[in-house]
């Protein structure tokens, strides 16, 4: 079997599935056709739709766009099969019922953000970061009946330095998947349509605990002062620059007036903390906030309805700052 042999339907709808599609065309893989999200509303009356970065890709390269409302759709499951697929590769997309991704003859492998059985989910960079992870990856494997939980074809892994945000980790497996994508259907094309693969139950060490990367809300994104601030700073790195934590700004007067604040980067530090988690103080113009433990520089952050800033330009523009607190 050669690459022109294998029908490869691609389903993605994010700038994060772009680079996987980007490649399958730029090495000369035959996909056949998109499957990718219904144009979104946009602009202050939803009045201009919105086509996915996906679907601007295919179309730029002259491929049938297919766009379903919904899945099991009659008219949808005819069309897709019309096009013959062998294979159905899906990056961030959606959950796929069983008349989609048991049709083609050699299935259909998604290629996931982390090392299954480890943060199945919609969110598994973010978590990976929050949770202070050292080591993540992509792995792809073929759907089943639940979400990420089918076999797995293949694992590659890569280092998360201590330093580093979820845009940084995101770049980076973005690329790693698009090639590890092509790594799975290289192996799928040497085996004339056949693949091993494994059970994520052999991947489950018995002292392990597993973590899930559920969907991000505005409410998942609020600071917890009070905790350590290894757990603060990893948090606001595992959402930094997008959604971005937050926290309220709140005056120690009777009037308890607070405004939303959002954090975008933080520095650990050696310094103790000095007063209940959440309260601020400054220091040669650094501002620091108390955890639990020691205190955590904070290094950028965006007043609501201002720009994003570092905390020495907050400072010169906010005064008193001691008289406020993290809530």
Avoid at 30 to 59: F, I
């Amino acid at each position: 079997m050669t690459k022109k042999d294998l029908r490869i339907i691609f389903m993605g709808t994010p700038e994060f599935a772009v680079e996987t599609l980007q490649a399958l065309l730029a090495n000369d893989y035959n996909v056949v056709a998109v499957v990718t999200q219904p144009d979104k509303p946009v602009g202050r009356h939803g009045s201009v739709l919105q086509p996915s970065p996906v679907k601007q890709l295919a179309l730029a390269n002259g491929l049938p766009v297919l766009q379903p409302e919904k899945m099991k759709d009659e008219k949808f499951l005819q069309e897709l099969a019309t096009y013959r697929a062998d294979v159905q590769v899906v990056v961030a997309f959606r959950m796929l019922p069983e008349a989609v991704w048991a049709m083609p003859q050699y299935g259909t492998f998604n290629v996931h953000a982390a090392l299954l059985p480890q943060y199945r989910g919609a969110a598994p960079i973010n978590w990976a970061v929050i949770n202070g992870e050292t080591e993540t990856g992509v792995t792809t494997f073929f759907l089943d009946h639940n979400i990420d939980t089918g076999r797995i074809i293949m694992q590659q892994t890569m280092s998360i330095p201590d330093d580093a945000d979820v845009e940084y980790v995101y770049d980076r497996l973005m690329k790693l998947g698009a090639g590890l994508a092509m790594k799975t259907l290289d192996k799928l094309i040497e085996g004339n349509g056949k693949i091993e693969s494994m059970s994520q139950e052999n991947f489950i060490k018995s002292d392990e605990q597993l973590h899930v990367a559920p969907k991000i809300f505005k409410e998942t994104c609020r600071i917890n002062w009070q905790q350590p601030s290894k757990n603060i700073y990893d948090f606001v790195r595992g959402l930094s620059p997008y959604p971005g934590t937050w926290t309220n700004l709140v005056e120690q007067s009777g009037s308890n007036k607070s405004q939303v604040v959002k954090i975008f980067k933080t520095s650990k530090t050696t310094r103790p903390s000095v007063g209940i988690p959440g309260s601020l103080s400054v220091v040669h113009n650094s501002l620091f906030v108390n955890t639990t433990d020691s205190q955590l520089e904070i290094i950028e952050l965006q007043l609501s309805g201002k720009k994003r800033m570092s905390s020495r330009n907050f400072l010169n523009g906010f005064k008193q700052i001691e008289n406020f607190f993290f809530s």
